[in-house]
């Protein structure tokens, strides 16, 4: 995601043929019409947060999903805590490496995943690349101060990048850049931070690469202001969980890519910024702004055609591209081959009112229902929108996809169905593994786009 450090203007798509030769696949940094780059989430099993008994299909090692040339750079998800024991990052990848499964380095929480160096640098010697994303849905983001930021890109840089340190979780292998995949915490200094990171990468031995996932309703909450301040090699924008997803393309009210082309073109430091369609690999992948294959190449080429800025496309995430047929793969084929796509459709006249806050009072709890048989809220436990729980006595619904977040409690994500009128409840049962935490989709926002979010917004969900 890292603009190539001798190159800083140059496009991530280029970027990738200096860092790779042999790829064969010709771009011009002048055209969009030979973009082909594809991303690809991994690290978070999210496909096994849903559906827990098809082991057959949960995540693989990374370099399982490098066997061909679908996908170009792969964003290892995630690094969620910045400063942990011993002052060293932790991350956190699932049923792959995570604390509670791996060895840690002595005096941190940072779980030592050596075991995947081999993995990661196979995936690099076929000419993709891999970086390492920070933040996600759960992730405690955020600096105290410019000197913290500084401090923080220099450990980012020996721990995972060109630097040296005894304690790489990778070991070895060097990752070729970082993904800013931030959802909540501060939004300070992060200027700071990538103005650090990107120095060291400019005194580096091969191109390194910056990149962001931002929320598609613009300005984002969190990146906004990074994004403004400091070059970016590719945004890779959610295009899911919002008003503004894929699902809304042909409602002009709401689809926005020509906003970020517009950013791309005019506000970013870096005017060859890439602009990539965020897109969930399944209907399990995200809470909504799923389409089928060929809806989205439908998207994927009218969008190629019409935007100079526009990168590629990016899927969240590995493990549900494979399950649902090689997702991955006919992304390719939208963007590699096959025939061009009709004309864009013209917009939709309907008119659409923006999201507003509301200072009215709630309405009463309804009277209450039969609680028999329904679980009790699990703060760990992802909940979509009509399933029901028990809290406080109280029946609730989900209004829509909720993690984390209590009945009752500001987020506004559930609706008090009132007082029980059976007791007769079943017991919280869940499998809760360790990765369920990480699969945690966007809300649509009740708050104008450029408001910073009450309740964490999912990059899980990019691509």
């Excluded at 009218?302 to 793969?329: C, E, H, I, P």
């Amino acid at each position: 995601m890292i603009a190539p450090r001798l190159h800083p203007l140059i496009g991530l798509a280029t970027s990738l043929l200096s860092f790779a030769a042999q790829r064969a696949f010709a771009f011009s940094p002048t055209s969009n019409e030979n973009v082909r780059v594809r991303v690809l989430y991994w690290g978070q099993n999210s496909y096994g947060a849903t559906h827990t008994s098809d082991t057959a299909n949960w995540q693989q090692p990374v370099d399982f999903y490098c066997q061909d040339d679908s996908i170009d750079a792969f964003p290892i998800a995630f690094l969620n805590v910045f400063f942990g024991a011993g002052g060293l990052p932790s991350i956190d990848l699932a049923n792959t490496c995570n604390i509670n499964d791996d060895a840690v380095f002595s005096g941190t929480q940072l779980p030592n995943c050596q075991f995947l160096a081999s993995a990661i640098e196979t995936c690099q010697s076929k000419g993709k690349i891999v970086t390492i994303s920070l933040g996600g849905a759960t992730g405690a983001a955020g600096f105290t101060s410019d000197a913290q930021a500084t401090q923080f890109a220099n450990t980012i840089w020996n721990v995972f990048l060109g630097g040296s340190s005894s304690t790489r979780p990778f070991g070895g292998a060097v990752l070729d850049g970082v993904d800013l995949d931030i959802e909540g915490g501060s939004t300070e200094y992060f200027t700071t931070f990538v103005s650090a990171l990107r120095s060291l990468m400019d005194g580096g031995s091969k191109p390194y690469y910056i990149t962001g996932a931002p929320q598609c309703p613009f300005p984002d909450a969190y990146l906004g202001s990074v994004i403004n301040a400091v070059g970016f090699d590719a945004v890779y924008v959610q295009f899911y969980n919002n008003y503004c997803g894929l699902n809304n393309y042909n409602d002009a009210n709401d689809w926005n890519f020509a906003t970020w082309d517009n950013w791309a073109k005019t506000t970013s430091p870096n005017k060859n910024v890439k602009v990539y369609i965020g897109a969930p690999a399944s209907s399990t992948a995200a809470g909504s702004g799923y389409v089928d294959i060929d809806t989205l190449t439908t998207i994927l080429q009218q969008t190629k055609a019409q935007y100079s800025s526009f990168g590629g496309v990016m899927l969240w995430d590995a493990s549900q591209a494979y399950a649902n047929g090689r997702f991955d793969a006919a992304c390719k084929s939208a963007l590699t081959g096959g025939s061009s796509a009709p004309p864009p459709p013209p917009p939709s006249t309907t008119t659409s009112t923006a999201p507003t806050t509301t200072t009215s009072a709630p309405p009463p709890p309804a009277s209450g229902g039969s609680c028999a048989g329904v679980n009790t809220w699990v703060s760990n436990v992802a909940y979509n929108g009509g399933d029901q729980v028990v809290y406080s006595g109280d029946l609730w619904t989900a209004k829509w996809w909720s993690y984390g977040d209590v009945p009752g409690g500001t987020a506004g994500d559930w609706t008090n169905d009132g007082a029980c009128t059976s007791n007769n409840l079943k017991a919280g049962q869940y499998i809760a593994y360790h990765y369920e935490q990480k699969s945690v989709p966007t809300k649509v926002p009740v708050e104008t786009p450029s408001s910073v979010p009450k309740t964490k917004n999912s990059r899980v969900y990019s691509f």
